[in-house]
């Protein structure tokens, strides 16, 4: 294992994105990515995993995943009990390590993933199953245990030979860029020099359900994050991988960093439960103390992966605290939602898009905010409707999740 | 997930807080404990529908009147919320900290599991008609939210799941948070509640495995009087039944010498055969069983050990070593001093 052990009283080492994987119901892969925001895809469709007859909404944006076995130290069997979004995470992860060049898992000391509805699948049958009958049911134990998710991560972590603990983050929609925070803390820290981060979440019939009884989702099935006519969010799913290292355990194992993690800070919105701060005060300090970390100005911003999910008080928050955040840079910002194109990816959703920010460092270009009509006059910035070339040198996402928990990341070029 | 245990300074326990089957307060648990006071088992009924085995649960009894701070956030929050709190509160009283200084770190296996029991029942039977006062209260981070609302911390609040020894991570990452600078105070918390949903399941593990409920609080620092937590050590992982053992072999003769044991063991001898086994190449004073008079606390009972420890250490002036040996995936064991 490449050690390089933290000097006293020196600087916090240089943290770099070596890696990246993406799945969502645009494809798999940063290139199958990269061609649907060029064509301004969307990946919305009918659900028929569950039950939906009796929904306000009755779409998503889901994944179909290859027919063929991902697990190949897995049985035929065993691979049955993986759930879909540790499938999903597979997949981002071999994607991340491929780009990063680990050909093991071994120079990796602490993997840390976000998510917010983990296995939830398998409880659903558990408990579906407990309904059926007063008597012990075949199989409830095996429900049981793959149910829970460290169950889950422990067969992913075998998969990846890697034998160690999976540190799993549940901040709801802001896990996955908490994950990866914690990743860029850890490493800042000198007490690990390579970790693997990321998020992913699955579409259940229970977190549907819960976000149609909300109200929270768009009748239309079509998110328009920002519009004057915004009407909600749509779920998606996915997985998000990024491989971080000090800069020195890249150079010392030969590998190219695509991106610099410069910044990073969570905060908590004591407003209420399900919603945000109209000012978005939590959201301005994690902007400004994020991009106090990576020593960048508002104007210094090229492209913020906004959190914008499509409901009303969400963006109007997320609007607000922008406007507050960048000042007088305000109207210069480009921001954009891919949520308009992938659907809200809960504990996923701050992993992918900030894998999105660095293609879009690596790509120099930026995505566009899809399905818009009419631009809501609160979206003072420079509102990114359509796919385009950009200079961009630095990006910045926000994660806003249920209970308050907010996060900013702050990506810069190498 | 820590790398490196040699690398975490010593954590202060300025408080400490629990609830449990005990009552409200961590001297009701020592007390319990130390008396190996018989609590009880309540046979916890299915909400809808019967079963024709028994599940039951060692339950926390009714709140104090007047404990709990009334507060619009407390008026619908789930049995693992209130649990929270009142270990929170205990565990912060009489110590003088910043709100915006102090950082939360919860850790929970089965989280807010009677609303979501609650809210998916009505989804699969009543599905136009699922309640969207339950559905927010599921959420994993709903407790820390409400939590953090109630001692005003607007700081990093963070929620992680995953089995009880989970929390030997927390206490790692509390100290990075405190190391950097992030916080002045880290409370670090570990909650669950009974269900006859998770009950039941408990009982495919081992029909007379009994549950139990509550939480276990510390605040934490690295200064200030208080126990210590001198060390962590782990994870030492492991896939199988077999390499648990080995695992536990290996971490036993990595533990610093201590006066007194809290072990994980639920007395029953095919679960608590390996960590009684490692042990008993080591001498202790005095040796515990918490969760034995607790019942299974599944989230929250590592970190009920770990609050029973710091009262041990603060009221014998010992040394305690806190077993968790875990059920999937690694053993850890935590040192303290007084």
Same mark, same amino acid.
């Given at each position: 294992?490449?050690? =390089?052990?933290?000097?006293?009283?020196? !600087?916090?080492?240089?943290?770099?994105?070596?890696?990246?994987?993406?799945?969502?119901?645009?494809?798999?892969?940063?290139?199958?990515?990269? !061609?649907?925001?060029?064509?301004?895809?969307?990946?919305?469709?009918?659900?028929?995993?569950?039950?939906?007859?009796?929904?306000?909404?009755?779409?998503?944006?889901?994944?179909?995943?290859?027919?063929?076995?991902?697990?190949?130290?897995?049985?035929?069997?065993?691979? $049955?009990?993986?759930?879909?979004?540790?499938?999903?995470?597979?997949?981002?992860?071999?994607?991340?390590?491929?780009?990063?060049?680990?050909?093991?898992?071994?120079?990796?000391?602490?993997?840390?993933?976000?998510?917010?509805?983990?296995?939830?699948?398998?409880?659903?049958?558990?408990?579906?199953?407990?309904?059926?009958?007063?008597?012990?049911?075949?199989? !409830?134990?095996?429900?049981?245990?793959?149910?829970?998710?460290?169950?889950?991560?422990?067969?992913?972590?075998?998969? &990846?030979?890697?034998?160690?603990?999976?540190?799993?983050?549940? $901040?709801?929609?802001?896990?996955?860029?908490?994950?990866?925070?914690?990743?860029?803390?850890?490493?800042?820290?000198?007490?690990?020099? =390579?970790?693997?981060?990321?998020?992913?979440?699955?579409?259940?019939?229970?977190?549907?359900?819960?976000?149609?009884?909300?109200?929270?989702?768009?009748?239309?099935?079509?998110?328009?994050?920002?519009?004057?006519?915004?009407?909600?969010?749509?779920?998606?799913?996915?997985?998000?991988?990024?491989?971080?290292?000090?800069?020195?355990?890249?150079?010392?194992?030969?590998?190219?960093?695509?991106?610099?993690?410069?910044?990073?800070?969570?905060?908590?919105?004591?407003?209420?439960?399900?919603?945000?701060?109209?000012?978005?005060?939590?959201?301005?300090?994690?902007?400004?103390?994020? =991009?106090?970390?990576?020593?960048?100005?508002?104007?210094?911003?090229?492209?913020?992966?906004?959190?914008?999910?499509?409901?009303?008080? $969400?963006?109007?928050?997320?609007?607000?605290?922008?406007?507050?955040?960048?000042?007088?840079?305000?109207?210069?910002?480009?921001?954009?939602?891919?949520?308009?194109?992938?659907?809200?990816?809960?504990?996923?959703?701050?992993?992918?898009?900030?894998?999105?920010?660095?293609?879009?460092?690596?790509?120099?270009?930026?995505?566009?905010?899809?399905?818009?009509?009419?631009?809501?006059?609160?979206?003072?910035?420079? &509102?990114?409707?359509?796919?385009?070339?950009?200079?961009?040198?630095?990006?910045?996402?926000?994660?806003?999740?249920?209970?308050?928990?907010?996060?900013?990341?702050?990506?810069?070029?190498? | 997930?820590?790398?490196?245990?040699?690398?975490?300074?010593?954590?202060?326990?300025?408080?400490?807080?629990?609830?449990?089957?005990?009552?409200?307060?961590?001297?009701?648990?020592?007390?319990?404990?130390?008396?190996?006071?018989?609590?009880?088992?309540?046979?916890?009924?299915?909400?809808?529908?019967?079963?024709?085995?028994?599940?039951?649960?060692?339950?926390?009894?009714?709140?104090?009147?007047?404990?709990?701070?009334?507060?619009?956030?407390?008026?619908?929050?789930?049995?693992?919320?209130?649990? #929270?709190?009142?270990?929170?509160?205990?565990?912060?009283?009489?110590?003088?900290?910043?709100?915006?200084?102090?950082?939360?770190?919860?850790?929970?296996?089965?989280?807010?599991?009677?609303?979501?029991?609650?809210?998916?029942?009505?989804?699969?039977?009543?599905?136009?008609?699922?309640?969207?006062?339950?559905?927010?209260?599921?959420?994993?981070?709903?407790?820390?939210?409400? +939590?953090?609302?109630?001692?005003?911390?607007?700081?990093?609040?963070?929620?992680?799941?995953?089995?009880?020894? +989970?929390?030997?991570?927390?206490?790692?990452?509390?100290?990075?948070?405190?190391?950097?600078?992030?916080?002045?105070?880290?409370?670090?918390?570990?909650?669950?509640?009974?269900?006859?949903?998770?009950?039941?399941?408990?009982?495919?593990?081992?029909?007379?495995?009994?549950?139990?409920?509550?939480?276990?609080?510390?605040?934490?620092?690295?200064?200030?009087?208080?126990?210590?937590?001198?060390?962590?050590?782990?994870?030492?992982?492991?896939?199988?039944?077999?390499?648990?053992?080995?695992?536990?072999?290996?971490?036993?003769?990595?533990?610093?010498?201590?006066?007194?044991?809290?072990?994980?063991?639920?007395?029953?001898?095919? +679960?608590?055969?390996?960590?009684?086994?490692?042990?008993?190449?080591?001498?202790?004073?005095?040796?515990?069983?918490?969760?034995?008079?607790?019942?299974?606390? #599944?989230?929250?009972?590592?970190?009920?050990?770990?609050?029973?420890?710091?009262?041990?250490?603060?009221?014998?002036?010992?040394?305690?070593?806190?077993?968790?040996?875990?059920?999937?995936?690694?053993?850890?064991?935590?040192?303290?001093?007084?």
């Amino acid at each position: 294992m490449l050690r =390089c052990p933290p000097q006293a009283d020196s !600087q916090p080492p240089q943290i770099v994105v070596t890696g990246v994987g993406l799945v969502s119901a645009l494809g798999t892969g940063w290139q199958a990515h990269e !061609q649907a925001f060029r064509e301004e895809r969307t990946g919305f469709g009918p659900i028929s995993r569950f039950d939906v007859s009796e929904r306000t909404a009755r779409t998503a944006a889901l994944v179909d995943l290859p027919e063929e076995r991902l697990f190949h130290t897995l049985s035929a069997r065993a691979e $049955n009990r993986v759930d879909h979004g540790t499938r999903m995470l597979l997949l981002a992860l071999r994607e991340a390590m491929g780009q990063a060049g680990l050909k093991s898992a071994e120079p990796v000391q602490a993997m840390i993933i976000g998510t917010s509805a983990a296995a939830m699948e398998h409880g659903e049958s558990y408990s579906r199953a407990l309904l059926t009958s007063p008597r012990r049911i075949r199989g !409830q134990t095996t429900r049981v245990e793959h149910y829970q998710p460290q169950t889950q991560m422990r067969t992913l972590a075998g998969e &990846l030979g890697w034998p160690r603990q999976v540190m799993l983050v549940s $901040n709801a929609c802001a896990s996955g860029a908490n994950a990866v925070g914690m990743g860029l803390e850890l490493l800042r820290s000198g007490r690990a020099q =390579c970790v693997i981060t990321g998020g992913y979440d699955a579409v259940t019939e229970l977190v549907f359900a819960g976000f149609d009884a909300l109200r929270a989702l768009a009748p239309s099935g079509l998110p328009r994050p920002f519009d004057a006519e915004r009407d909600g969010l749509a779920l998606g799913e996915g997985a998000g991988v990024l491989i971080l290292e000090t800069s020195a355990h890249a150079h010392a194992r030969g590998a190219t960093p695509i991106a610099r993690l410069g910044g990073y800070h969570t905060a908590t919105d004591l407003h209420h439960l399900t919603q945000p701060d109209p000012a978005g005060t939590a959201a301005v300090r994690t902007m400004t103390r994020a =991009c106090e970390m990576a020593e960048v100005t508002p104007a210094e911003i090229d492209y913020i992966n906004s959190h914008g999910t499509g409901t009303p008080f $969400n963006d109007a928050a997320e609007s607000a605290a922008i406007a507050t955040w960048a000042g007088d840079a305000l109207s210069c910002v480009p921001v954009s939602s891919t949520k308009s194109a992938m659907g809200h990816l809960l504990g996923g959703a701050g992993a992918v898009e900030a894998g999105i920010c660095v293609m879009s460092l690596a790509g120099q270009w930026l995505p566009g905010s899809l399905n818009i009509r009419t631009p809501d006059t609160i979206a003072g910035f420079d &509102l990114v409707r359509n796919f385009r070339p950009a200079r961009v040198r630095n990006a910045l996402t926000n994660s806003f999740g249920f209970g308050g928990t907010n996060a900013s990341l702050v990506f810069r070029s190498v | 997930m820590m790398p490196d245990a040699t690398q975490m300074p010593p954590l202060v326990i300025r408080g400490l807080g629990a609830v449990s089957a005990a009552g409200w307060s961590a001297g009701d648990m020592l007390a319990a404990v130390s008396e190996q006071r018989m609590i009880p088992a309540t046979p916890v009924p299915r909400a809808g529908g019967t079963r024709d085995w028994e599940a039951t649960a060692r339950l926390v009894p009714p709140a104090p009147p007047g404990l709990l701070p009334k507060h619009p956030r407390l008026r619908r929050a789930s049995p693992v919320t209130r649990f #929270m709190v009142a270990a929170a509160q205990e565990a912060l009283q009489g110590v003088e900290f910043d709100p915006q200084r102090l950082g939360i770190l919860v850790v929970m296996t089965n989280a807010c599991v009677q609303f979501t029991s609650r809210f998916y029942n009505e989804v699969i039977q009543t599905p136009a008609l699922a309640s969207p006062l339950l559905f927010p209260e599921t959420v994993f981070n709903a407790p820390a939210s409400h +939590l953090a609302t109630l001692v005003g911390a607007s700081g990093p609040v963070s929620t992680l799941i995953g089995e009880s020894n +989970l929390i030997a991570e927390a206490l790692r990452l509390a100290s990075l948070w405190l190391q950097a600078g992030l916080v002045d105070h880290c409370l670090v918390i570990g909650a669950e509640e009974a269900d006859a949903l998770a009950l039941e399941a408990m009982t495919y593990y081992h029909k007379r495995l009994v549950g139990g409920e509550g939480a276990g609080a510390l605040l934490l620092a690295l200064e200030g009087s208080g126990p210590r937590i001198e060390s962590v050590h782990g994870p030492f992982s492991y896939a199988t039944r077999a390499q648990r053992r080995d695992a536990m072999s290996e971490m036993i003769p990595q533990l610093p010498k201590a006066s007194a044991l809290v072990d994980r063991a639920v007395g029953i001898d095919r +679960l608590d055969r390996d960590e009684r086994q490692a042990f008993a190449a080591l001498s202790f004073q005095s040796v515990h069983h918490p969760l034995e008079i607790l019942g299974e606390c #599944m989230g929250a009972a590592s970190a009920l050990q770990l609050a029973l420890a710091a009262s041990l250490t603060q009221h014998a002036f010992t040394t305690c070593c806190v077993s968790m040996p875990g059920t999937g995936s690694a053993a850890f064991a935590v040192h303290l001093n007084s």
